[in-house]
């Protein structure tokens, strides 16, 4: 595949490397400014894709908050918000999820082939359904984004996701925000599993950034010779 969007991977853990707990409720990692710097990060791009687990554990919207955000990319002739994507494997999705019910702009899911059916009878009114292959094999969705005009992917988890995009080489950056405590709790789900991946300690991904936001520390890694210095 020789074309394909600048993907970006955003992802807040704590200390020990969770991105959330084990008791059910949210955990929150980050802060207000770092709230609205991943806002503002939403706004500059033109997709922003999560895991059908997310969207069952965390319900999001997906949705650029700030309406000055909104309304300069309205002025850009650009819809208020980004497309919306989604990448499943079972196609376990609820269509009453408000990344399908709220806002107006696009929804892509892609699908693994055994379950596109099932999803385009649950969900083919509220999502444009596309066959990802057995099993989803991510170069072809990003293909597919780039013949959709989407120049720009946010990923926002989860760990599978990230897992994913990380293992086959297909980020080009990484925002890193690390939280001052820790989770200490083995059930609770950590940033990435287990995998083979491009950077380890013979090849170390370079540091592009590092900043102090609050009480939380932003890193930020170029993860290919796309990402600006």
Partial sequence: MTERPYVLLSCAA?????????????????????????????????????????????????????????????????????????????????????????????????????????VRERLGHVATVVDAGEPVDLAPVLADLAARGIGRLLVEGGASMHTQFLASGLADELHLVVAPFFVGDGRAPRFVRDGSFPWHAGRRAQVAEVRQIGDVALVRYALSDRCPG
């Fill in 14 to 118: 704590s200390l020990d490397g969770y991105i959330d707990d084990a008791t059910g409720q949210r955990l929150v990692l980050s802060n207000d400014a770092d709230l609205d710097r991943i806002d503002e990060v939403r706004a500059g791009c033109d997709a922003i894709l999560v895991g059908a687990g997310t969207i069952r554990r965390d319900d999001p919207r997906l949705l650029v908050r700030s309406a000055a955000r909104r309304a300069e990319r309205v002025a850009h002739g650009r819809a208020a918000s980004p497309v919306r994507v989604t990448v499943t494997g079972c196609g376990d999705l609820d269509p009453r999820a408000r990344v399908f019910t709220t806002g107006t702009t696009l929804r892509l899911i892609y699908c693994a082939t055994s379950g596109v059916e099932k």
